[in-house]
Structures are given as structure tokens and as C-alpha cells.
């Protein structure tokens, strides 16, 4: 019977339900190969020639596809499909040749299905054909071009900025549009201006508010009253005043629905919604399309299959009326350029099942599952019906206009169902509702109002904007989003703040290093051209090698200019190119570069490992430092905070963060007291008396009751905590430190010691999520001495970083714990014991054939 290989196992599970015994269903885990991490992967000076490497993950993932074909000779390539699908398959094929386990009477056929139903199963297995060599030229370009960038472009950062971690090509063009939005928003200055409302009342005694549009018989633009003192001469001129109705305009209008989901606009919407990020919902969605509720979820296409159209048309007339169902099917036309890649948008597969009818989901699959339902039933909808009204109040004099606006919704269409969200919401007086205005009626004032207003700078990129300006500049690809947004941060060039992207020191610097260094590769115009290409590539009008050369001919010779440049030389560049940012005018006009500390010396940028900074020409005599991003006053850098018994006590950046110190280094003090600031405190906040209490520190609460050891209270490594002797007792806060009192103190300490010594203890787990629906055993989220982690019986498995404790799911857990033992080691599961361990001796001499087949692989 043929064997079939598709990604993951929970698709292959699905899979073989739908195709029954007459087929082997295997999973590869992924890709089977990838480049080497190492210098010669890829060889521009060999025509490009790609050195792949089998994972050591992925080896006995590969033995079992080879060991199912020796007994059943016929490959079925089921992956996803797009191009990293269509790559993945390409690379079993190559790698299963090398090991001999196809041979020449052995078919080979690629079969693609957009969503893992029975009949979409069932027709892909009727029209097989083979792997698509423009696709996988198309991945091999990608990933030959990231790796040049990555392997060539990494080590000078590394080299002339110390602190850089690597760059990449997609990752520092997205880099570069949050920094460049922080800049915007650090040079943008507020201007001041006022708007005048006037509650108004009919004389039917319903009230409304109207806005002052014009004054003096001149139309008012937008900064036209610029102060209160302006203000408050146009609310006595509205006061002074009678006020009628001049003319009451009703007009009709509409509203028609969003188009169904894409890739970029489900990550958006579920930011928007629920604060998804790109990564979470796209290892969500995944879940729900192995599961066969929902079509491919990685597709730039927004058109919909004409059965699932007659679906959606039949359900919504089913559950709210005809009325709601348009005259004919609403037709979205695909953005894609690239016909091969535009597969169909992301639609549950069965229309008539809301998420309420789904069975057991997760609360974030069950959410997601539940947006995409109501949005494409809702893209099949009437448009909504409105009625927008504009009210022009007066005076008899035409001195005083205002203007009232409001709609009335008279048919909600799409609305029952769904309505889009927004990036940065703005009040809009057109969805006010209004009363019934006759024209010509007066109008009594009940208050008029002045209020003060500020220009707004551009708002920080959520990752649902961010990726909606990637994908309006064409730069990466639907796939390759969730990877990007996830880089930057991994890489700590971003932090995420109240799910705003904010670029830290180390990013701003690199983005400024590559703007003026290699700025045609942050190029935005130069990346969406090269993403056109690749294209053109998948859709076989370009040779991906002449690509490739074009690019290396041209990125080379920048590499090699650049590599000759002195550290000196790339931070007098820079810090030239920063001057605005970093040296503002002072409001006394003296030197900007003057430093405010020592008043001698001068500033200038400098680099570390934890990212750049400005400090003072006459270190180390001035350690004023300031972050890039700082004011004047240094906002948290090196300063000094007052005097305690003749020393000095000043705040300090160092390698692992800002700290306080009392005194300075000296022959006879090497090593002068000092505290780090705990987590939580800000250096903007310091001041002398918080100095001198992290300086106080340990802080002795008393003798122990019992054996009269000192119980001492103190703030290390891993927090705040509560000492006797040898043992350590966690304080839930920093504030406990100086506030705990000797009988809380001997009880945290007894019931540490009643836990048992540290690793043999047994801890409660943060959230407990049942058994391993395979394996058994409780699975369980801990926390750890290096942050939260998922425990399996002997498999303890670190949560990724951007995956919240609370929010595991049972899923996901069994995916972490599968995944941790597989690779073996200490966190690999105890192995079942052989049926006859006195027969292994007599294998040993089989076991010199090992090396052979690893080399095979």
C-alpha cells in the first residue's frame, strides 16, 4: 500500500482517517534538511551550490519513511500547499533517494489539498502529479539569500558593533520601520489646539451636541482657535447669540463587508481582538486546519471556492432571512501576483458549523475558529444599510455656524454577524445617533464647552500594524510574518510594551549601522522588488541562479568595503547621523555635545554589549551615560544621587544593568559597595533614599527563635528573599524586604525547609492540563529556577518566551514534552525495557554497521 508523508502527526492522523487501510501515513516533523550553520553552505563562487544536512531530529523520522517503503513500494507527497511545502517534499525525495530507499520502479507523486476533509483528501489523491520545480527554485533563492545575507552580513555587526547579534534580510527591513516610527515619534512636536461643542435642545426638549465649524463668517480650519484665550472669545460668541436649525440633510448610504481572511488580515484581526500574536495565531490556526475545520491558513489569496459561496448563502439565509443573502454572490478578486501561491482564502470547510457545534477545542483555537466563521459568512452578506444626517445650525447674524452629525442604521446587513476592527480607534461623530431636527427650528443652548487639544504623534506598531505596512510595501511573504515579528524580538532588538513594539538601543543601532552602511539592503522599494522576483521565480519567468548572482555581485563588494573600516570610523558615522536625535538644542543655547556631568568633556556615541549608548569623552574620570532614547538629564543614566558619611552615592549602567555605588574605586577599596536595581525599579525613579536602602542590604531581621542563627533579609539573584543559614526562602515582592517581621520570616523559612532541599521538593504546579492523551501521565506547568516550564514524568520542557503559563494549553504542551524527547538527554522519557536484555551482548557486532547508514542519511 502507498506511504504517504505529510508535516505533522496530527495531520497524519486525520489524514489516515479519511484514506482508511490502504495506506501508510507517515509525518516528517517538518523539514528533513537545512543549510549548516557554518561558513560554506552556500557557494556563490560554485554556481550556488547548497550543502544540505539531515537534522538529527529529523533522522529516525526518515528511517521509518524509508523502512515503510521497503515494504510498500510507492511515495505519496502530501505537505502543505505552498512553496514550504512543496520544498519539504522536494526534500524527502532528494534525501530518500540518497539512502536508496526509492528506486527506479518506485512512483513518486506530490498530491496538494487546500483543506484536510474527506472529499478534498479523496479528489487530491485522484490528481496527483509531481513536485514543482519553479516552487522549490523559489525556496532554494529564499533561503540561499538569507543565508548570504545572515552568514556574510552577521559577522560585521559582530566586528564593528559590539552587543549586535546578527542581521537578516527580511528581519532588519522590518527592524528598520520601528525604529524609524520611534524617530518620528521623539522628533514630533505637539501643537496645541482648541474645538468649541455646544449642547444643544430641540423644542421637543431632546438635547444634541454640535460642533463650531465656523466663526466670523469664516469657514474654521483645524488649528484656527490656537488658544484658550481664543477659545473662550468664540464660546461668547456662541452664547451671545440665537441659535436655528438652517438645514437638515439626509442622505443614504452603505456599508459592505470585509473580505474573508488571508494570512496578514487574520493576524491583524486576531491582535486586534483577542492580542494574539502573529505567532500564536498561526500555530493556532494550524491546529484547527490538521483538525479539518478550516482551509489552508498560509495564502495571500481572498477568493472562495464557488461550492463554499453557495455554502455560506445557503447557512446565512438559514439563520437570519433572505433578506440578508445579496442578489448575487459577492466576488472578491485574489491580490496574489503569483497564480501558483494564490490558493484559496482561510474558510471554515463546513459553513454550518459554528464554533457552539464544534467538539472539545481550546479556548484560543475555539476563538479563532469562532472570527474566521463570522467573517466569512459575513463577506457573503448585504451590505448594511445607513442613513447619515448633517445638521447646519446658525445665527441669524452668520457670524456663528455649527454643525451636528449622526446616522441611523436601517438595515444591519453584515453587521448582525461581524464587524472589522481597528489598529488605533477614533471617535467618529458620524455614528451618533441624532433626534428629530426640523429645519428652521430654534434651538435652545443648555452648554457650550471649549476643549483643549494636542497633535498626537504617530502611534508605536502593534504587530497587527506592523504587519499590515509590511504587506502594503510588499516586503516577506504570508508565511513568513509570524517568523519575522517573533526574530526581531527574540534577538532583543525590539521589546514588546503594552503590545506596542518599542526598539531597544541594540536595534536602533543596528538600523542605523545598515542605513548607512548597506542601504540599499534596508532598502524598502529594493526588498519588495527582490520578493517580486522571487515570485516571478515560483512562476518559472526568471532563473533563480541569475538571481542570485545579481545580488552576490553587488552585496559582496559592500561586505568587503565595510569590513575595512575601523570601529572608530563606523561610530563617528554614526553618531554623526544620530546628532539630532542624541545632542537636541538646549534651551540656554550652549553646547548640545557639552557633558552635563563633568562640564569639560564632550559626548559622543559608544557601544557596548548590551547596545549603544552616549557617554562622556573624559571616562573613566565622567561616567555620565545616557541610553540613545534618553533626555537630557540623562533619564536614568549615570548620575549622582546625593552624599551619605562623606561618600558618594550615584546610579551606574553596567554590563548586567544599572546599579547604585557608594564611593568610587581606590587602591584600598578595589571593590566599592554596590546594589542592582531589583526588577521593577525604574532608574528615572532613583533617588538617594532608595540608594541607600539597596545599599543597606542584607537587612538582619533578628536572632532565630530557636537556635539564635540571624535571620537576615536580602534581594539576589532570583529576587527577593528571606535568609537562616543555608536556607533560602522566596518574599513575593521587593517591598517585603524591609517590611517583614521575624514570625513571617521563620515561617516562609519552616515551610521551605518541610519542601525538602530544592530539587528533590515537590513544587504545585502553575496549571495542571490532565493526562498525555497518548502516553499518560500528568502534564503539568511548573516554574523553574529559568522560568516556567512544562514537566512530563522525567521530560521538563521550557515554555518559548512569548507563551504565558496561563495560557498552555493541553495541545501545546504534548507538542513541547513530544518534541523535548525526542532529542533525547536528560529530558528524554525512561525507555520501555527490551523483552530479552540478555540477548544484547550478541548484538554488539551488528551495531559497526551503524556508521554507514548515518553517513547514508
Known amino acids: ?55 538529527a531530529d529529523s533522522r529516525k523520522h526518515v528511517k521509518a519513511i524509508a523502512d515503510a517503503l521497503a515494504e510498500d513500494n510507492e511515495l505519496i507527497l502530501a505537505t502543505d500547499p505552498d512553496r514550504e511545502g512543496e520544498a519539504i517534499s522536494w526534500h524527502l525525495e532528494e534525501t530518500l533517494r540518497k539512502r536508496k530507499a526509492i528506486k527506479k520502479d518506485t512512483p513518486v507523486s506530490r498530491v496538494v489539498f487546500n483543506a484536510i476533509t474527506k472529499a478534498a483528501v479523496t479528489e487530491a489523491m485522484k490528481n496527483p502529479r509531481q513536485v514543482d520545480t519553479p516552487l522549490v527554485d523559489a525556496y532554494l533563492a529564499r533561503r540561499a539569500l538569507d543565508y548570504l545575507v545572515g552568514f556574510n552580513l552577521s559577522p ?115 491582535s486586534r481582538k483577542f492580542g494574539f500574536g502573529a505567532r500564536q495565531t498561526m500555530s493556532t490556526a494550524q491546529r484547527l486546519y490538521e483538525a479539518g475545520y478550516i482551509t489552508y491558513m498560509r495564502t495571500d489569496g481572498i477568493d472562495m471556492a464557488p461550492e463554499a459561496v453557495t455554502a455560506a448563502r445557503e447557512e446565512i439565509a438559514a439563520r437570519y ?175 514588546k510594551d503594552k503590545n506596542r513594539l518599542v526598539p531597544e538601543d541594540k536595534g536602533r543601532i543596528v538600523t542605523i549601522f545598515l542605513l548607512n552602511f548597506f542601504r540599499q539592503y534596508v532598502g524598502y522599494e529594493f526588498t519588495a522588488n527582490l520578493e517580486e522576483e522571487l515570485d516571478e521565480i515560483s512562476a518559472g519567468d526568471l532563473n533563480y541562479k541569475d538571481v542570485l548572482a545579481r545580488f552576490w555581485r553587488d552585496f559582496s563588494a559592500a561586505i568587503a568595503e565595510t569590513s575595512e573600516l575601523r570601529i572608530s570610523e563606523v561610530l563617528d558615522k554614526l553618531d554623526a547621523a544620530l546628532a539630532p536625535q542624541l545632542y ?132 539576589g539573584r532570583y529576587g527577593p528573599f528571606v535568609k537562616h543559614g543555608k536556607t533560602y526562602a522566596n518574599l513575593p515582592s521587593v517591598d517585603e524586604v524591609w517590611e517583614i517581621g521575624m514570625n513571617r520570616a521563620v515561617e516562609l523559612i519552616a515551610q521551605k525547609r518541610a519542601k525538602g532541599p530544592g530539587r528533590g521538593s515537590t513544587a504545585k504546579p502553575l496549571k495542571e492540563l490532565g493526562e498525555h492523551p497518548e502516553k499518560g501521565g500528568a502534564l503539568n506547568v511548573m516554574d523553574g529556577r529559568y522560568g516556567p516550564y512544562v514537566k512530563w514524568e522525567k521530560v521538563n520542557a521550557t515554555l518559548p518566551k512569548e507563551m504565558e503559563p496561563e495560557s498552555v494549553t493541553l495541545a501545546q504542551a504534548v507538542e513541547l514534552v513530544d518534541a523535548k524527547a525526542a532529542k533525547g538527554g536528560k529530558g528524554k522519557a525512561k525507555p520501555k525495557a527490551k523483552a530479552k536484555p540478555k540477548a544484547a551482548p550478541k548484538a554488539k557486532p551488528k551495531a559497526k554497521a551503524a556508521p554507514k547508514a548515518k553517513g547514508e542519511s
Open 1 to 55: 500500500m502507498p506511504v504517504v508523508v505529510v508535516e505533522s502527526p496530527a495531520k497524519a492522523k486525520t489524514i489516515n482517517k479519511y484514506l482508511g487501510d490502504g495506506y501508510t501515513v507517515l509525518a516528517s516533523y517538518g523539514h528533513v534538511r537545512d543549510l549548516p550553520p557554518k561558513d560554506g553552505s552556500v557557494e556563490p563562487d560554485n554556481d550556488f551550490e547548497m550543502h544540505w544536512q539531515v537534522g
Open 156 to 270: 560585521v555587526l559582530w566586528r564593528k558593533l559590539p552587543g549586535a547579534r546578527s542581521a537578516g534580510r527580511v528581519q532588519s527591513v522590518c527592524l528598520r520601520l520601528i525604529v524609524e516610527r520611534e524617530m518620528e515619534i521623539e522628533a514630533f512636536t505637539a501643537r496645541e489646539y482648541w474645538s468649541v461643542a455646544a449642547t444643544l435642545a430641540t423644542p421637543r426638549g431632546q438635547t444634541f451636541e454640535a460642533r463650531l465649524v465656523s466663526l466670523g463668517g469664516k469657514k474654521l480650519d483645524r488649528f484656527d482657535i490656537p488658544n484658550q484665550t481664543e477659545a473662550e472669545l468664540a464660546v461668547q460668541a456662541i452664547e451671545s447669540r440665537d441659535l436655528s436649525v438652517v438645514s437638515v440633510e439626509a442622505k443614504p448610504g452603505s456599508r459592505n463587508p470585509s473580505a474573508p481572511f488571508m494570512t496578514s488580515t487574520l493576524q491583524q484581526e486576531a
Open 321 to 495: 432571512g433572505k433578506d440578508y443573502v445579496p442578489a448575487e454572490p459577492v466576488i472578491y478578486k485574489n491580490k496574489a501576483k503569483n497564480a501558483q501561491e494564490a490558493h484559496e482564502c482561510i474558510r471554515p470547510t463546513d459553513m454550518s458549523l459554528d464554533a457552539g457545534k464544534l467538539g472539545r477545542l481550546e479556548a484560543d483555537q475555539r476563538k479563532l475558529y469562532d472570527l474566521i466563521w463570522k467573517r466569512t459568512l459575513a463577506c457573503q452578506m448585504a451590505a448594511a444599510r445607513l442613513e447619515r444626517t448633517a445638521v447646519e445650525i446658525a445665527s441669524p447674524d452668520g457670524q456663528v455656524g455649527l454643525r451636528a452629525t449622526g446616522q441611523v442604521v436601517l438595515f444591519d446587513g453584515f453587521l448582525r454577524v461581524y464587524e472589522e476592527g481597528r489598529d488605533d480607534v477614533v471617535v467618529d461623530d458620524d455614528d451618533k445617533r441624532l433626534p428629530q431636527i426640523a429645519e428652521g427650528e430654534p434651538t435652545d443652548k443648555r452648554a457650550v464647552t471649549p476643549e483643549q487639544h494636542f497633535t498626537q504623534p504617530p502611534p508605536r506598531y502593534t504587530e497587527a500594524s506592523l504587519v499590515k505596512r509590511m504587506e502594503e510595501l510588499g516586503i516577506g511573504r504570508p508565511s513568513t510574518y509570524a517568523s519575522i515579528v517573533t526574530t526581531i524580538q527574540d534577538r532583543e532588538y525590539v521589546r
Open 584 to 715: 537636541p538644542e538646549r534651551e540656554d543655547g550652549s553646547d548640545p555635545r557639552a557633558c552635563p556631568l563633568c562640564g569639560t568633556g564632550s559626548l559622543h556615541l559608544k557601544t557596548s554589549r548590551t547596545g549603544g549608548f552616549v557617554g562622556c569623552s573624559n571616562y573613566p574620570e565622567c561616567r555620565y551615560t545616557r541610553p540613545i532614547g534618553g533626555g537630557e538629564d540623562g533619564n536614568g543614566g549615570d548620575r549622582v544621587l546625593g552624599e551619605d558619611g562623606g561618600d558618594e552615592i550615584s546610579l551606574r549602567s553596567g554590563r548586567f544593568g544599572p546599579y547604585v555605588q557608594r564611593g568610587e574605586a581606590t587602591e584600598d577599596n578595589k571593590k566599592p559597595p554596590r546594589a542592582s536595581l531589583p526588577k521593577g525599579w525604574s532608574p528615572d525613579d532613583m533617588d538617594l533614599e532608595k540608594a541607600l536602602q539597596l545599599l543597606s542590604l542584607p537587612r538582619k531581621i533578628g536572632p532565630h527563635p530557636e537556635d539564635g542563627e540571624p535571620v537576615e533579609a536580602g534581594i
